[in-house]
C-alpha cells in the first residue's frame, strides 16, 4: 500500500475515477447492494490516507438516486453517512414531489415527506450542484392533479413552488428534468425552462396513451 501511496495525488485521483466511471453513468441507489458493490466500498476502509481520498471521490463523483424513496429512507442514508461526506454530495436525482394545488403557500403546497426530503438534503448536501428530477415518474402525479382541478394550472402553481423550495438550496447550481421526448406535455415543459430548469430528452417513450393537452 505504501507503494500506491508513494504515487502523486493527482494520478492516485485518476485511479480512483477509472474505478467508479464506468458505474456512475446511471444513478445509484443508496439502498440497492448490488449497486453500492460496483463502486469498490472496500477502499472506504483500506487506511485512513486512501478512505480519505476515495471519499471524496466517491460521494462527489456518484449520482444518487433518491428516487421512491420515503424521507424516513432519506434521512436514515444522510444520517448513516454523516455530514461531513453527505456535504460531498454534488448530484442527486429525486421524484417530482408532491405539491397540492389548492393552496398557493409553499409550506402548505408541499406534503411532509417532501419537505422532510428537502430539508434533510438542504440540511447536510451543502456542496449539492444538480438536482434532477425524472419525469416519467412524475406522470401519474400530475395527471391526476389535471384530473382533479382540470380549471386550475396547476402545473404553474406547481412548478413555481418547486422552484422557490429547489432555489433555497444555497448550493445548488442547476435544476435538471429528464424527458423521454418534447412531443408531449409541451406547456409543462415551457414553463419549467421559464424557471430556468434544464431539459435533457432521453431519446425514451412516453409512458402511457393520455397526458396533459399540447
Known sequence: MAGFLSLPLELRSLIYKFLITPHVINPINPWYADDISLLH?????????ISREYREIFYSEIRFSFEDLESKSVVRFLDQIGRENAGL?????????????????????MDEDSEQILRKIESDCTGLRILTIDFEMAWGPLRRLQETNSKLPFYEVAISVLNRRFRAIPSLQSIKVEIPARGRWTKIISEMEKNGWVIYETGGIWPGNEGIEN
Open 41 to 49: 466500498p472496500k477502499l472506504l476502509y483500506v487506511s485512513k490516507s
Open 89 to 109: 454530495i454534488r448530484y442527486i436525482y429525486i421524484d417530482v414531489l408532491q405539491v397540492y394545488p389548492d393552496s398557493y403557500s409553499d409550506e402548505e403546497n
